[in-house]
C-alpha cells in the first residue's frame, strides 16, 4: 500500500507543498529517505521510530521507501516527522486516510509533537491550496489562530492520531485595533516642535528621516516615538509582518500579535549578516523584520560603510535577495528608515562657544563616513539643537501641552486615506516617476529656485524628485489639492545642511 501525506516547508517567507510519499516491501528492515533531505530529516528514522514505538503503535520490520516530493527541491529541518509517521502509519493500516489534511510537526522520543517554526506561512498555504485542516503541533496554536479559513487541529502527541480531537476555530484577534499605549508620548517629549513636526511629515508619507543634534538633544527619544504615530499595520500587511517575524522565533514560541508597527534598533557592531539576513539557511536580517516599520539607526556614522551602503538597494525597491548555492530567496524590506548622528566625532558642533575642539578635517572625515548616495536617499534631514535650560525645568500646564502621539496618529492616518484614496494605497514616498509627475508637480512658476540648486549639484536629480514628495505629504496635511509655494519652501528646509 502506498501512502501519500500532504506537508509543507518553508522557502523565504512563503511556505512550498510537500508530499510525503511511504511505500513499504518485504525485506531487510530499513527506512531509505530519498528526495534531497538534509541531515535532520536523514536523522528523523531514529526519531520516528523511537517515538512510534513509545506512542504505542507497532514498527513493522519492512523497507520503507520514503519519498519526499518534489525530489529536486532540498528540504531542511524536523517539520517533517509527523507527516512521516502518519505516512508510515497509514501504509501499515494502523491509521485510516486522511482526506484534505496537511500535516506538519517534529516528533520527540516519546511520541510528543514538537512545535515548528514559520507555522503561520504553512497555514496560510494550507487555506490557500484548499486543504479543510491541518494537523500540527500544539505548541504553534497561538500563532496558527491568526489564520480563518481552515480547521485547526493541534495536538500534543502521536497518539491523538488515532481519534483526532475537534478542529479549533480561529480566533478573530487579526480584526481589532490592538495597537498597544506607547511608553512615551510625543506631548511628554519637551520642546523641539520643529522635531515633531518633521516626525508627523515622516510618518505620513512614509519618508525616511535623518536627525542631526549634539548628545542629550532628545533625537534618539523623539524617533522612539515614531511607530506609535504610524497608521497601524493592516489585517494583510501584519500577517506579511507575523510571518516573517514567525522564522526567527524559537520553534513553539507564541506570538503575541499586535497591530503596531515593528521598530528595529540594531546597534552599529551589528554584523552583514545580521543586518541582510544569511546562514545555510537564510533567516530575515533586521532589514526585513523591519519590514512595514521602522529601521532606527543611531550614531550612524558609527556603522561600518559595509553596512549602511547595502541598504541602498532596499530602500530603492522595498526588498532584499539572498543567493546560496541552491537558489535564492527573497524577503520584503519595505521600511522607514530613522537615522539619527552628531553633527561631529565630539557632538558638540554648533552648541555653544568653545565646546567643539574637533579639527576641521577630522569633522570632514566624519561626515563622510556616510556617502552621498545613502544621504541622497534620505528625505527629510533636520537639526535638531538642545533644549534650553527654561525649556527643560519650566513645567508646561496640561492645557498647553503639544499633541498627543494618539492625535498625531490620527492626523496621519487622515493623510495617508488622501493618499490612497488619490493613488491607489501608495504612500508618497513610494510613488515612481509616473506618479511623481502625476501628482506631486507644481505650478512650473513655483520651480525657479529650484534650478540654482539643480545647476550646481546641492540637489540631485532623485533628491529634486524626494523634495517633490515631502512637499506633497505638506499638502496632504494641509488638506491642499495643490503644492503651494509655502509647501516647496518647507521641503526644502527639511533638506539639511549636510546637503550643502
Known amino acids: 500500500m502506498l501512502a501519500s501525506i500532504p506537508s509543507a516547508t518553508l522557502y523565504g517567507i512563503d511556505a512550498i507543498g510537500i508530499t510525503v510519499e511511504v511505500d513499504s516491501q518485504q525485506g531487510l528492515p530499513t527506512e531509505i529517505i530519498v528526495g534531497l533531505p538534509d541531515a535532520v530529516i536523514r536523522e528523523s528514522r531514529n526519531r520516528i521510530r523511537a517515538a512510534l514505538k513509545n506512542a504505542g503503535f507497532k514498527f513493522p520490520q519492512k523497507v520503507f521507501t520514503i519519498n519526499l516530493a518534489p525530489a529536486e527541491l532540498r528540504k ?3 517539520s517533517l516527522d509527523l507527516p512521516i509517521a502518519t505516512g508510515i502509519l497509514v501504509n501499515t493500516q494502523q491509521l485510516p486516510t486522511f482526506e484534505k489534511t496537511l500535516f506538519i510537526g517534529e516528533l520527540s522520543l516519546n511520541g510528543d509533537v514538537q512545535g515548528v517554526r ?77 522635531a515633531k513636526r518633521a516626525l508627523t511629515i515622516a510618518a505620513a508619507g512614509a519618508h525616511n528621516i535623518l536627525f542631526v543634534g549634539p548628545p542629550g538633544s532628545g533625537k534618539s527619544l523623539l524617533m522612539s516615538c515614531l511607530p506609535d504615530i504610524l497608521p497601524p499595520l493592516t489585517p494583510d500587511e501584519a500577517l506579511e509582518s507575523h510571518k516573517i517575524h514567525g522564522l526567527g522565533k524559537t520553534p513553539g514560541q507564541a506570538q503575541h500579535f499586535s497591530r503596531k508597527r515593528p521598530f528595529r534598533s540594531p546597534h552599529h557592531t551589528i554584523s552583514y549578516a545580521g543586518m541582510v539576513g544569511g546562514g545555510s539557511t537564510p ?25 549602511l551602503e547595502l541598504l541602498r ?27 539619527a548622528m552628531n553633527p561631529c566625532p565630539c557632538g558638540y558642533l554648533g552648541d555653544g562657544p568653545g565646546k567643539c575642539h574637533c579639527h576641521e578635517s577630522l569633522i570632514r572625515k566624519y561626515l563622510k563616513r556616510i556617502s552621498g548616495p545613502l544621504l541622497d536617499r534620505i528625505d527629510i534631514v533636520l537639526e535638531v539643537p538642545r533644549l534650553r535650560g527654561i525649556d527643560m525645568t519650566t513645567a508646561v500646564p496640561l492645557n498647553k501641552k503639544s499633541a498627543t502621539s494618539k492625535d498625531i496618529r490620527n492626523t496621519v492616518l487622515a493623510c495617508r486615506n488622501r493618499q490612497h484614496q488619490r493613488q491607489s494605497e501608495i504612500p508618497n514616498a513610494r510613488l515612481n516617476p509616473l506618479g511623481v509627475q502625476e501628482y506631486c508637480t507644481p505650478d512650473p512658476r513655483l520651480l525657479g529656485p529650484l534650478r540654482p540648486l539643480l545647476d550646481n549639484g ?13 512637499a506633497r505629504t505638506i499638502a496632504d496635511l494641509d488638506e491642499s489639492p495643490l503644492i503651494l509655494e509655502t509647501h516647496l519652501q518647507e521641503a526644502l528646509h527639511y533638506r539639511g545642511r549636510l546637503y550643502r
Open 118 to 194: 514559520g507555522i503561520l506561512s504553512i497555514c496560510h498555504y494550507a487555506r490557500s491550496q484548499g486543504y479543510k485542516r491541518i494537523v500540527f503541533p500544539y505548541a504553534n496554536l497561538p500563532e496558527a489562530q491568526l489564520i480563518n479559513g481552515i480547521d485547526l487541529i493541534p495536538i500534543q502527541n502521536i497518539q491523538e492520531l488515532k481519534a483526532l480531537p475537534k478542529p479549533i476555530t480561529p480566533s478573530d484577534t487579526h480584526d481589532t485595533d490592538t495597537q498597544p499605549k506607547p511608553n512615551i508620548c510625543l506631548s511628554d517629549v519637551k520642546g523641539q516642535s520643529v
Open 458 to 470: 546641492h540637489l540631485s536629480g532623485r533628491g529634486y524628485t524626494k523634495l517633490l514628495k515631502v
Open 313 to 339: 538597494q532596499p530602500l530603492e525597491e522595498q526588498k532584499i535577495t539572498i543567493s546560496r548555492a541552491y537558489g535564492s530567496v527573497t524577503y520584503p524590506s519595505n521600511f522607514i528608515l530613522a537615522t
Open 76 to 78: 531542511e529541518g524536523a
Open 283 to 307: 533567516q530575515p536580517g533586521e532589514i526585513s523584520l523591519a519590514h512595514q516599520g521602522v529601521l532606527f539607526l543611531d550614531e550612524l556614522p558609527e556603522f561600518p560603510r559595509q553596512i
